[in-house]
C-alpha cells in the first residue's frame, strides 16, 4: 500500500519522536517508522533505566548513612527484584506517554524495519519501504529525518548477556554479579561503577587512557577519580585489555590488560564493556545515497539545521555524533522547524550541557579550561567548593567544587563544571548564562536564595574576578 507524507522520520527514539511532533505541530503531515518501541535507546535501554537504577543507589546509600542525620535504621537490605521492577514500572509508564503524544499530535506510527528506496521517475526523491510483518507499506516523502541513533561497541569480544554484558544486557540481567570488570571510563562506564559499587558489587574499572572522563574538565575528572578511590571503587587508568584474552570459565570471567610494560590479569563474575557508541547507519538503504558523507568516527555529517548532502535527507542525535537524549530532540526540533520554512537558530554544540550520574554527580557546559586555552583565549577561572555553602552542609555533601570558565578579556562565561549534589540539575543556569552570552560578573548579581544549592554559582562566578564572599 502506497502513502504520501511530508516527513518520514526513520527511528522512534528520543530525538525521532521529538521530531515527529514538532513537525506535526508545524502542519506538516508527518509518519515515524520505529522497528522496535517508541522511546528508543533513551527510554527502554539507557536515559531512564539506569536512572532508576542510580536512583535506587543513591536510596540506598541515603539509608546506610541515616546515623549521620540523628535517624536509626535497621535491617536495611537491597532489594534487586524491586529496583528492577520499579524501573519496569517507570519506563512501562513512560513508554505509554510517548505513544499517547504521537497520536494526540496525529502522527502515524508504522512499527517495522523502514528502508530507503532509491530514487527514481516515478519517485524523484526515493520511497521509504516499511515491513510491517508480512506486509510492506510503500511511503512517498518530502523529506527524510533519519534519527536511527547508535548502538554499544564491543570490541569484538563475544556478548553473553550474562558474563559478557554491554548496558542493553546489563539492564536486563535478572541478578547481581558478585564482581565486575567495566571496561571504559566515561560516562557510562563511572555511573555503573557508581551504582553497581552501592549495590555491593565489587567494581573494577579499566581504562585506556591515562584519566577517566576524557571529555570533561580536567579537575573535575580528578576529583571524581579521588572520590571513586575513597569509596573502594579500583581504578585502572593507561590499561589496555587484550580482547582476544577475555574468557568466560566456570562462571568467571578472565582478561589480560597491557598496563605500562607488563600484562596484567584481571577476573571477575562479569565483564561490562563500555567504551561508547557506534552509530546505525547501515541496513536500510542509506549506502545508495551517494550524496551522504561521513565523520572519521563514521557519523552521518550535517550542517547547523541538521541537512546533510543529499537535499532530500535530515539526519539528527548519535547517527549524526550527536551523543546525547537532548541532543537528539533539539536537533529534531531543529530540523523540523527548517523543513517548515522557519528561520530556527542552528545547533552549537557548545550550548550542549552534560551530565554524569555517578554519585556525587558530574555536570558541565561549554569549555573546559584546557579546551579554552587552545582556542587562544585567555582565560581567568573562579572556584568555589560545596564545603562553602551552607546548604551542602544541610544535605551532608561536602565533596567537589563548582568551577566557572571566563574569557578574561571581556569576561564572557566559556565553560561552567560542576562535581557535587544535584549538579544535573543545576547546570541549566550555566546553560542559560552561555545562550545569552553572560559574563561572570552578571553571572554574580544574580540573586540566589538562601540557604540553597544554587548559591555556588554566584560564588565560583565572584571568585573570577577574586570576590567570592564565602572563601
Known amino acids: 500500500m502506497s502513502h504520501t507524507y511530508d516527513v518520514v522520520v526513520l527511528g522512534g527514539g528520543t530525538g525521532g519522536y521529538v521530531a515527529a511532533i514538532r513537525g506535526a505541530q508545524l502542519g506538516l503531515k508527518v509518519a515515524l517508522v520505529e522497528r522496535d518501541k517508541v522511546g528508543g535507546t533513551c527510554l527502554h535501554r539507557g536515559c531512564i533505566p539506569t536512572k532508576a537504577y542510580l536512583k535506587s543507589a543513591e536510596m540506598l546509600h541515603a539509608v546506610r548513612q541515616s546515623g549521620e542525620f540523628g535517624i536509626t535504621a535497621e535491617g536495611v537490605a537491597l532489594n534487586f527484584d524491586g529496583v528492577r521492577a520499579r524501573k519496569e514500572k517507570i519506563v512501562s509508564n513512560l513508554h505509554r506517554g510517548v505513544q499517547g503524544l504521537l497520536k494526540k499530535n496525529g502522527v502515524t506510527v508504522f512499527q517495522g524495519t523502514g528502508a530507503l528506496v532509491p530514487p527514481s521517475i516515478f519517485s524523484p526523491n526515493g520511497l521509504v519501504s516499511v515491513m510491517v510483518g508480512?506486509?510492506?507499506?510503500?511511503?512517498?516523502?518530502?523529506?527524510?529525518?533519519?534519527?536511527?541513533?547508535?548502538?554499544?561497541?564491543?570490541?569484538?569480544?563475544?556478548?553473553?548477556?550474562?558474563?559478557?554484558?554491554?548496558?542493553?544486557?546489563?539492564?536486563?540481567?535478572?541478578?547481581?554479579?558478585?564482581?565486575?570488570?567495566?571496561?571504559?571510563?566515561?560516562?557510562?562506564g563511572m555511573e555503573w561503577a557508581s551504582l553497581y559499587h552501592d549495590f555491593g558489587v565489587k567494581v573494577t574499572v579499566l581504562e585506556f587512557l591515562d584519566r577517566i572522563l576524557p571529555t570533561e574538565d580536567d579537575e573535575v575528572a580528578a576529583e571524581l577519580h579521588k572520590l571513586m578511590g575513597r569509596r573502594k571503587v579500583e581504578i585502572v587508568t593507561g590499561a589496555a585489555v587484550l580482547p582476544e584474552s577475555v574468557q568466560v570459565r566456570d562462571g568467571r570471567v578472565t582478561l589480560q590488560a597491557r598496563v605500562g610494560d607488563e600484562v596484567r590479569e584481571y577476573a571477575a563474575e562479569a565483564l561490562l564493556i563500555a567504551v561508547g557508541r557506534e552509530p546505525v547507519t547501515s541496513g536500510f538503504g542509506l549506502e545508495n545515497r551517494e550524496k551522504v558523507t561521513y565523520t572519521k568516527g563514521g557519523f552521518i555529517e550535517v550542517d547547523g539545521f541538521c541537512r546533510t548532502g543529499d537535499p532530500a535527507l535530515y539526519a539528527i542525535g548519535d547517527v549524526a555524533g550527536g551523543g546525547l537524549a537532548h541532543v537528539a530532540s533539539h536537533q529534531g526540533i531543529i530540523a523540523m522547524e527548517h523543513i517548515a520554512g522557519h528561520s530556527p537558530e542552528p545547533f552549537d554544540p557548545r550550548r550542549v550541557p552534560r551530565c554524569v550520574y555517578t554519585r556525587p554527580e558530574v555536570a558541565a557546559v561549554g569549555l573546559t579550561e584546557a579546551q579554552a586555552r587552545e582556542a587562544g583565549y585567555e582565560v581567568r577561572v573562579g572556584k568555589f567548593p560545596w564545603r562553602g555553602i551552607g546548604k551542602a552542609l544541610v544535605e551532608g555533601s561536602l565533596d567537589g567544587f563548582a568551577k566557572v570558565v571566563a574569557d578574561a578579556r571581556t569576561g564572557d562565561v566559556l565553560g561552567v563544571h560542576l562535581i557535587g549534589p544535584d549538579a544535573t540539575n543545576l547546570i541549566s543556569e550555566a546553560g542559560l548564562a552561555l545562550v545569552l552570552n553572560a559574563s561572570a560578573w552578571e553571572v554574580g548579581q544574580v540573586i540566589h536564595p538562601h540557604p540553597t544549592l544554587s548559591e555556588i554559582f554566584g560564588e565560583a562566578a565572584l571568585a573570577v574576578e577574586g570576590r567570592a564572599i564565602h572563601m
Request: without cysteine; hydrophobic residues 40%.
Open 134 to 188: 508480512d506486509q510492506q507499506e510503500l511511503l512517498e516523502y518530502g523529506k527524510v529525518v533519519i534519527a536511527t541513533g547508535s548502538r554499544p561497541k564491543t570490541m569484538g569480544i563475544p556478548v553473553d548477556g550474562t558474563h559478557v554484558m554491554t548496558s542493553d544486557e546489563a539492564l536486563v540481567r535478572p541478578t547481581l554479579p558478585e564482581s565486575v570488570i567495566i571496561i571504559g571510563a566515561g560516562v557510562i
